[in-house]
């Protein structure tokens, strides 16, 4: 799938197949690995891409599949940043979900990187799933009066042009006072675009997610291995998952708009080499003005202890042994507004590239560069999402 989903092992255009990359610490089960189980008869496996405006439940609804909250799921609009790779892996399949940001029309250079990381992500998936949110509506005249916004027209236009098979998830279902109020809503979108399928779902109760999972599974090609361990459930190191759970307890803990403004970097993530001993995580906080910092610190260092407590929990849940977590906050000058401070912050684009047309996209290998960082010294930071 072009720059951002080729398979680990496969060859670039003209080059030789690069090695699948090992899984090094502190990572497992979260970076890709040579696919260690041997693969069922039947086995299907492929890309599928997670798209739609922002707050639409795109990130709730992976967590929900891959059973782990590896995405930033919040109340707020905009808190995906950048693409993530979740690995679901089924009896007899395995789904690549890419979990985007919400397309929007961007006003900064941050958000037209993370458009643009959305339409890229979908350019070469097996299958789209493009994600609405189920309006709130009075009765059946409102359901029958009601139609798509210009917004959402634009994005499934955009979707459209890539021409890959389209599925439509309509999400938050439960807010519909009447189930029987989804059949006009259903026809009205299905006169905008022949749509593989359309599943109404609320991922948040566990609602039509069986229907879900038939119609990804029919859509992924039949493969004669697992794409990643089955194992393992993202493609990022634990050091970046480590920076994303951080900057949502952000969003926890601060008001609408100052998360919006910061940025989470680890510096320095050390596993405990014992199942007992805490992992050791140094992480830095970047706010774009000097009176934001004393927001994130608090009276006293309240709130940043705050955040440092839930986000130890979280951390610890996912690899299972405590954690030390030493948070600091910084001034990065106007950062979501300079390209150049985007990327010392990690915001940066992967070159583009095409597998071959007769199939998806390789998956980029970005496991083996984590792990090339982590032994250069560099960072791999984590992201802050909007």
Known sequence: MGDQHRRAGEAEPGGAAAPPPASTSPTAPFVDGAPAAAAPAGLRAGFIALCGRPNVGKSTLLNALIGE????????PQTTRERLLGIWTGDDFQAVLVDTPGIHRPRSALN???????????????????????????????????????????????????????????????QLADPRLMIPLIATWSQLHPFAAVVPVSALQGHNLDRLVEVVRAHLPPAEAYLYDPDHLSDRQMRWHAAEIVRGQLFEHLGEELPYSCAVTVGRYKEGRRSEAADRIEATIHVERDSQKGMVIGKGGQTIRAISTAARATISRLTGRPCDLFLDVRVEKNWTRDPAAMERLGYRNEPEGRSEPDGPAELEARGALAAQDASDGHDEPGEAQP
């Open 69 to 76: 909250p590896i995405a930033v799921a919040t109340a707020s």
């Open 112 to 174: 037209r990187f993370m458009v643009d990381q959305a339409l890229r992500a979908a350019k070469d998936v097996d299958l789209i799933l493009l994600l609405a949110e189920a309006p709130s509506l009075a009765d059946a005249a409102a359901a029958e009066a009601w139609e798509p916004g210009p917004m959402q027209r634009e994005v499934l236009e955009r979707l459209a042009g890539l021409a890959r098979p389209i599925a439509l998830v309509l999400t938050k279902v439960d």
